[in-house]
């Protein structure tokens, strides 16, 4: 069946510091590839994604690239902030979208940033 | 535009016993879902409808947990009778029909069983 494994945390992170949080996954078609953030005492929401194979999904200065070949979506930011922290999921999903397809998560990765 | 509204925000209960929660989705949203977040873990499908009827449910413990839609709008989900490990998160989260569309998500009914 269809998975993803991401680093576990938790990450803890200066500010201005470089961020990367591996995510990897097994599917069997061409999934979608999604980050979700869910920040202190608020629910899940859509930070990127991407739909195929070279795509790179960008927002708020994060960055992940759907790459076939090593099956990864790694998100990047070049210079995190206080206000980035917060607990980021790796997801996909089976079909080209997600607008009626469950989502697959992996374990979720905390990011602290401290000033 | 108003987002994906949950009820309660927490609970606490004894194991055997009952519990709801409720969902109401983005209007408009005709695909709805409910998911389980154990802590430490992502969240996991526990049963997806479309108005209302279930397209999938294969995840769902059928012999204590049971979710209904009755209108295609709002959404109940029951735990009865509940265990320890139905201690989680229960995350509900709707989108359009069609595909090409974000899921949201609501903020969430924290259960604790004890």
């Known amino acids: 069946g269809n998975s993803v494994t991401q680093m576990e945390g938790p990450v803890t992170l200066s500010e201005e510091a470089f961020l990367t949080i591996n995510c990897t996954y097994t599917?069997?078609?061409?999934?979608?590839l999604f980050w979700y953030v869910q920040y202190p005492g608020e629910g899940l929401q859509l930070l990127l994604k991407a739909t195929k194979a070279d795509d790179k999904g960008s927002n708020k200065g994060f960055e992940a690239t759907y790459r076939k070949e090593t099956t990864s979506f790694h998100l990047e930011k070049g210079s995190v902030q206080v206000s980035d922290s917060a607990v980021y999921f790796c997801?996909?999903?089976?079909?080209?979208?997600?607008?009626?397809?469950?989502?697959?998560f992996g374990k979720g990765t905390r990011l602290s940033v401290i000033a | 535009e108003a987002g994906v509204a949950q009820s309660p925000r927490y609970k606490i209960i004894e194991k055997r016993q009952s519990v709801a929660f409720w969902c109401n989705p983005i209007?408009?949203?005709?695909?709805l879902y409910w998911y389980q977040q154990i802590l430490g873990q992502g969240p996991k499908l526990l049963i997806q409808f479309q108005n209302n009827g279930v397209v999938d449910d294969s995840q769902l413990p059928k012999d204590r947990f049971s979710a209904e839609r009755l209108k295609g709008v709002d959404s109940t989900l029951k735990i009865q009778p509940a265990k320890l490990e139905d201690s989680a998160v229960y995350l509900c989260?709707?989108?359009?029909?069609?595909?090409?569309?974000?899921?949201?998500f609501g903020p969430g009914t924290r259960l604790t069983v004890t």
């Open positions: 997801a996909l999903s089976d079909l080209p979208d997600s607008g009626n397809t469950p989502l697959v």
């Open positions: 209007s408009g949203h005709a695909t």
């Open positions: 989260a709707s989108s359009f029909l069609r595909g090409g569309y974000e899921q949201y």
């Open positions: 599917a069997t078609g061409y999934p979608s």
